[in-house]
């Protein structure tokens, strides 16, 4: 897709954001910093897109109307009612109006998340608002986004957690540590992962291999060799028995046996038998699976409601799903194209392109005779057409 994404929050294990900008806006992460003199921002959601063209980005509307000019080298989604921008090779943020909230003099950060950023400066990272005020020094080697009042930050090689107020809520000391959910976090500590509440006292002790944030209540652990889920109080839901196992969705999870996946329901029983050599999260009651080298979908019952044929299929976004057509051979039409689907099956938008993203907002990214390009719901092009 176009905007950021955060693939995995865990502080020490590996943390990871990929932000898929258009080209030339910039691989980078979201920083700001404050001062005297600027300005106070009070927005919330900002149904705005970035977009580049010729080494510059702005933004656009749903309609592909261009509403802040191309003027930056770097630029995010808005959050919170700022986006990160870069200029001069440096980062700080702007408001809808494309006006500078917080004015680009930083290293690194973050985007906005419960009011607060975390960002780098002179090597060291910090947290302010949206005002620029800080309610930290610069005191952190590295530092993640608040969730549920607390956000993990590195010290020396240890991790720990800080509240709202700037203050340590849990002092540094784990190896690694993930963010908060369902009031839960997991920590690391001589190779093993357990989990704590916000006051820093185990709620799980230290004894899985691994170990991965609540969902609905629900955590994916390794046990020796083994995967499965423990509830909230560390007691196993069925057992681990499993080659891999993914969180939870809409009730049911994917698990792997044998090679094949599955689903399990929230007793840890199998629901659906495994067999699919690829299997996606539920949404909205149908996920993707993939049998015999084609992709279709199934009900929570197991049941094909869109019987496997496509090369590839993903999920149903804002009633659209992105599907890569098969074909019988190379020469069939629009085989080896993306293209869209409806929950019926029936093709919303014909397979004509060479990738195409999920709709959010309703704005798809995709890509054709060697360009990207942003779509509507109808399959018109907004973007880069509308920029002569």
Known sequence: MLWLYNILNRAGAGVCAVSLLLPLCGLFACACGGGAGERTITGNKVDLFPVAKNGKCGYIDHTGKLVIKLQFTGCLEFAEGLAPVKSGGKLGYIDSTGEYALRPRFEDGHAFSEGLAGVRFGGKWGYLDSTGKYITGQDFDAAGDFKEGLAFVEVGGKWGYVNRAGEYAVNPQFDAAGDFKDGLAAVKIGGKWGYINKAGKYAVGLQFNDGWDFVDGLAVVKAGDQWGYIAKNGKYVGKPQFEQTLDFSEGLAQVLVAGKWGYVDRSGELSIAAQFERAGWFKAGVATVKIGGKCGYIDKTGQYVITPQFAWAGDFYEGLAAVRAGGESAKAPGAGKYGYIDKAGQYAIS?????????????????????LALINKAGKVIWPSTVK
Not at 351 to 369: E, R
């Open 351 to 371: 397979p004509q392109f060479a990738w195409a993203g999920d709709f959010s907002g309703g704005i798809a990214a995709v890509k054709k005779a060697g360009q």
